[in-house]
Structure formats: C-alpha cells, structure tokens
C-alpha cells in the first residue's frame, strides 16, 4: 500500500520540557472526497497549532473509512499501529497517551472516534465534525458511497453491525475503559448527517462512564461538514 503523509512542526513554540521534549500531536483526518493537504489548504490550522505547541499529522486514506477494507489497504492498521511509530521516530512527537489526540471531518470523524474508541489507552481525546458516525445506517441508506463501494471498504451490513467498524458498538466497550476519552462532537442541523450524529451522541450519553464533551452547533445551521 502507498500513500503520503503531512506533519506541521510548531518550529517557534519550543517543546515543553514537561513532554521531555517532544510536541503533543493531534492526527487530523480528512473526509471522504478529500486528502492529506485538505486542512491546509482550506483553514488556518497551521496557525492554530503553532499557537498551542502541537504537532499535526496528516494522513491520506483516500476513500477508505480509515478501515483495512474488505477489498482494498490496510488503512486503519497503517493509522493506528503504523503511523504513530514513523512519526515518533522521525521528529519530536510525543507518544504518551495525555499528548495524543484525533479529529476528522465527516469520513474523518469517523475515523477519529473509532481510533479513540477502540484505542482508549493511546487517545486522551477525539473531535468529529460532521461525521459520518453511524456507518450502519450510511451503509444500508443514502451514502454518497459510490456503486459497490460500501461492500469493497465493509463487507456486508451484517458483517459491519456490531463489529470494531461499529461506532455504536464502541462507544460502549470504551466505557468500560479505565480512561474513557474525551469527546467532542458538532454537526449542523441542516447537515444530512445531523440525525446520525444526534442518534450517537444519545449512545455515548447513554454510556454512563463515558465523558462525552459533546456539543451539537444548533446556531451553525449548514455551515459545518455539509459535504462528505
């Protein structure tokens, strides 16, 4: 499997000598009609990061749901075991678990609650914004997936319903965690991922020792994540 990644050094905020000397790091993850170079390209998160000290990863995962598909790359082993050891070794990147966060738009949500979910002991927290949380219910309905593509990426619903795929599934196994992570979720009304991200977030609500930090943005109507 070939793919690229972007790291963001914050090169005028020294680490702190509290880290040992290496930068906290957030993964940022991309959604599914994008890649590697869509946050710098379309914010100021450059800026932001170097402001707060942290270092940003940036992994292309082409239309892959951050999965080792059915049919395709082995793009979440490469995400979560891969990926945080290349980067560890080639710069100065924390690796501890208080340092280490994760965010995604729309496919990348996705893919940053499921790293936290399913690697509780390595995120201390996870940001989604417009995700696309309920893969069940994208896979079975209206999906922006093109023909057959869902099947390449899951398998079947059935083989997706439950599995380490399933974000509903996850949130509660990782409330049994030691260390639940933190979780921040927003999405626009008007998004049609919204009733998705509304049925998720009563699912992680519901997982009484999860600490959600979730926030849905009812005043951003349409002007978050209304892409895929």
């Known amino acids: 499997m070939s793919t690229e990644v972007g790291v963001v050094l914050p090169l005028n905020a020294p680490p702190s000598a ?3 000397g290496k930068y906290p790091v957030l993964y940022l ?3 599914l009609g994008g890649d590697h170079t869509e946050w710098t390209r379309s914010s100021a998160i450059e800026r932001y990061a170097e402001s707060r000290g942290l270092a940003l990863v940036l992994p292309r995962a082409d239309r892959s749901y951050y999965t080792d598909m059915k049919q395709g790359g082995a793009y979440f082993t490469y995400l979560s075991e891969e990926l945080p050891g290349i980067v560890q070794r080639a710069f100065a990147i924390s690796g501890r678990r208080e340092d280490t966060f994760a965010a995604g738009i729309s496919m990348g949500g996705y893919g940053a609650f ?3 979910l399913r690697h509780p002991e ?3 927290a996870a940001a989604s914004l417009s995700g696309g949380l309920d893969i069940v219910r994208r896979v079975t309905g209206p999906n922006g997936f093109q023909p057959g593509e869902a099947g390449r990426i899951f398998g079947s619903a059935d083989e997706l319903r439950d599995s380490g795929e399933d974000l509903f599934a996850l949130a509660v196994k990782a ?3 030691e260390a639940p992570p933190r979780l921040y979720q927003c999405c626009g009304t008007e998004d049609f991922l919204y ?3 509304r049925a998720f977030l ?3 609500m519901s997982a009484a020792s999860i600490s959600p930090m979730t926030k849905v943005w009812e005043a951003m109507i349409g002007t978050i994540g209304t892409g895929n």
């Open 18 to 20: 509290g880290r040992d």
């Open 29 to 31: 993850l991309h959604g």
């Open 114 to 116: 499921k790293l936290a």
């Open 122 to 124: 390595r995120y201390a």
């Open 175 to 177: 409330a049994a965690a």
């Open 195 to 197: 009733d998705a991200n």
């Open 202 to 204: 009563d699912q992680a």
